[in-house]
């Protein structure tokens, strides 16, 4: 039927929902079904559930990502590399810094930004373990530090302070990393392991606040033995130049510290809010088939958007395993639409359980409901890390990309 | 003979100079003839002629130093790690921040520092290219730099740019050095190798003043074809935190730059001038046995000496090669010394040559009078490097640490 204009699919966003959307949507659709087009800002996916690693430098950046043509048929998909500036609900287009892309249907998986709670000085002066570039310039921050301490005739011990915020997942991940470190910088740089100092504040009165207390238990005493201090109930005033400015019971107290990574708290992309869409810290709260309450043609998935979880009438947190699910059932949705035949599936959160790692061999977690420690946690982890390449890569990324000392 | 005191032979610094005192006086001496100290700041040596390297980051800095400990017969010469504050000379002691050593002969052997010619700011804004921990910090500032410019939104293209001050021998090696690396940091950070600047500012009118103009035409143009740019006949009048100020022709010109590493001349030690020796830029005008003068027991070699090169009446450049002569020579004249017995030698400097490494695999030089350039110098450079190990170390030590992708 000449003139019969394929659908447009635009997804923006090659992380775990983004890549997980178009992998399936270029099994499921022909080539003369539709056009899509995937819009990422590098040409390379990275695990984000992964950068604490490589801002520790417990593992080379170049591990956690690869190219998006790796696992995209370009035959099928028309991948643009390019950043969002906006997207057009009314002109139904998106608008890159590159030009313009109309759609049909159009999957927002832009992933998060980091959200400072309006703290003073945090954007300015605190790390973030964001994405790639970010995640390398802490290693790098870090070497820094510890490589000038040596050269100064009046030695500044704090830069060897390293102070984490947030005892978050991410926090608690990146200080197991960091504790595996620190021991290994110190030789590279000749530092007595004693001057190094490594603090984590958290303002909740809990470390991994909704994970079960026995495990947290676990996990704050293994850090502690490893040398990381603990300051729990105690919020971040103020980040500095030299530092931070913490508060306890209207007592506050100055921190010098060379290093401060902000670790607490992930918001939606400021692209949502910017496009006018209705949301709350950037996230949007989508209806059953995961889209923006109003627009039949937009589905939001990932660290932007909000599901409930009907069980204790919170979000979800977000995470990779809850991405990749959206864009499963996103993909599959827009086929229906597609094809205009079939019926649209509500989307449910099939929660595996969550491991949270303490460096390389050791964690803490909760999988198919089981609490497991140790070594066979640490073992879980790495299924988790290899999994999420199967499933949007197969076998050959998992061989590529995957972690294999798993004992 | 009970009573009869050993003399004490106090050696200060373990660089090529000191260790090679320290190992001839070991091998000449009998325990029972005189009680050796060797103090250094470190309790490892390095081979200042190779930290051009480290500093660029192609060589590690493990690789370019090893424990006094390797090469010193403990049973023969007392090592005691520490700084030296200064010399006592009527008290005929050194005075260290851990405690005094008196000594009957005393070897000065404290290595040079940076002559900044009083330029405003150099000292505190560039780096140089001194230790092992300066070595480091060039390596990890310029590595931070490249991290740091994908986090910005707005680049700072200047982050990229480099300058070396001096075309002579470290700039000049430094910068084959950096050539070599800069591919290697544009993968590692995912920068485009156009936005790098390295720039080379020299004051004379030409670069490595005294060499062959044939072997510094070849040096040049090499490095100019590896993206170098010279700013030749062009002084620096200032360094500040963005980069430095030149001047030409009474025309001023600011040049941002992230990194600026000065490796534009050497003096002697501040020790040399704090302890009352009369000296010229920290370096004293030895007489023939290399002793400062009015001082029969204290010699002085390396860079804080200064020795006349009769055939052009100018002072002999401060090289390795030179202060491992001289070292030879004080460990056979302090022999005679302490035994009463035989001549004192005049020292002379018979000079071998010198190649300048324009990277791994390129260089240029004068050896046994015949000019040598392309991989056969390369080759003679790396002869050069493991020569000095030899000397200091013997084989074992070439073994360890010596460089043998030769060709």
Redesign the interface.
Known sequence: MIGLRKPKIVILGAGYGGLMTATRLQKSLGVNEADITLVNKNDYHYETTWLHEASAGTLHHDRVRYPVENVIDRSKVNFVKGTVASIDREGKKVVLEEGEYPYDYLVVALGGESETFGIKGLKEYAYSITN???A??I???I??Q???Y??EEEKHEDRLTIVVGGAGFTGIEFLGELANRIPELCK???IDQNKVQVLCVEAAPSALPGFDPELVEYAVSLLERKGVEFRIGTAIKECTPEGIIVGKDDQEEEIKAGTVVWAAGVRGNSIIEASGFEAMRGRVKVDQFLRAPGHDDVFIIGDSSLVINEEINRPYPPTAQIAMQQGENVAKNISVLVRGQGEMQDFSFDNKGSVCSLGEDDAIGVVFGKKVVGTKASFMKKMVDNRALFMIGGPSLVMKKGKFKLL
């Open positions: 790639v570039n970010s390398r310039q290693r790098e921050h070497e820094y510890f490589a000038t040596n050269t590279e740089y000749d």
